[in-house]
């Protein structure tokens, strides 16, 4: 995947982030997502997507401007948890808040959660990962 080919599919991440940080996410997909067969390019996608919303919530210098629209469309991954409690009448819902420590997910891909993209590789992933020794 190229920098062009994940702006095209991705236009709101554009002009938004130094040349750099772009580029390296890009890389970093493409090092990392090469065995998803169909999959693959989506998940280089995602995983990039993924790692410059986080870069977005933690680290654009101060004053940049930066979209209401990508933040809401990468958004932070909230109410994403199990449904732990429900009620119908006057309707309530609690659901679990994601905890890092207890992720059954390697802690390389741990932050996946915190974002709509990177749940989205998540499951991905899940349907990727069976042995490939069994038959």
């Known amino acids: ?64 401007a930066v979209s209401a629209a990508l933040l809401s469309s990468a958004g932070r991954a909230e109410g994403s948890g199990r449904v732990t409690s429900r009620r119908v009448g006057d309707v309530s819902v609690s659901c679990d808040a994601f905890d890092i420590r207890s992720a059954r997910v390697s802690t390389a891909l741990a932050d996946l959660p915190e974002t709509a993209f990177g749940l989205q590789l998540l499951t991905l992933i899940r349907l990727h990962a069976r042995s490939r020794y069994v038959r």
Do not use: I
């Open 1 to 64: 995947m190229t920098q062009n080919e994940f702006l095209a599919f991705y236009p709101q991440f554009a002009d938004v982030f130094p040349a750099v940080v772009l580029r390296e996410a890009v890389e970093r997909a493409n090092a990392r997502f090469s065995d998803f067969g169909p999959d693959t390019e989506e998940a280089r996608r995602l995983f990039a997507a993924h790692r410059l919303t986080m870069y977005a919530f933690t680290c654009l210098p101060e004053g940049t």
